[in-house]
Nanobody, 115 residues
């Protein structure tokens, strides 16, 4: 069992920045593909970005160039740096750990972009 604890998020003005963190409970974290997803009211959960165990990253078109996913295997933590935030980025953000058929989710954190 892997537990994921998220931190960060909150209210920010358009054009601002936030950083989300997701800390995993197990040292085998380095083997997992880590991802950030988001779900806006009335919409399906969507992939924002993910990063493989080897560091290969993938981004949704809507965030590419504005968001950066990174991982620190020594700290069992994955980050999502969000810059140039837009109102349409408003959602609950979830981190996900995936390894083979196993998948674990964080508790979710609200990000609200509003003036």
């Amino acid at each position: 069992q892997v537990q994921l604890v998220q931190s960060g998020g909150g209210l920010v003005q358009p054009g601002g920045s936030l950083r989300l963190s997701c800390a995993a409970s197990r040292s085998i974290f380095s083997r997992y593909t880590m991802g950030w997803y988001r779900q806006a009211p009335g919409k399906q959960r969507e992939l924002v970005a993910d990063i493989t165990s080897s560091g290969t990253t993938n981004y949704a078109d809507s965030v590419r160039g504005r968001f950066t996913i990174s991982r620190d295997n020594a700290k069992n933590t994955v980050y999502l740096q969000m810059n140039s935030l837009k109102p349409e980025d408003t959602a609950v953000y979830y981190c996900k750990a995936r390894f083979s058929t196993l998948a674990y989710w964080g508790q979710g954190t609200q990000v609200t972009v509003s003036s």
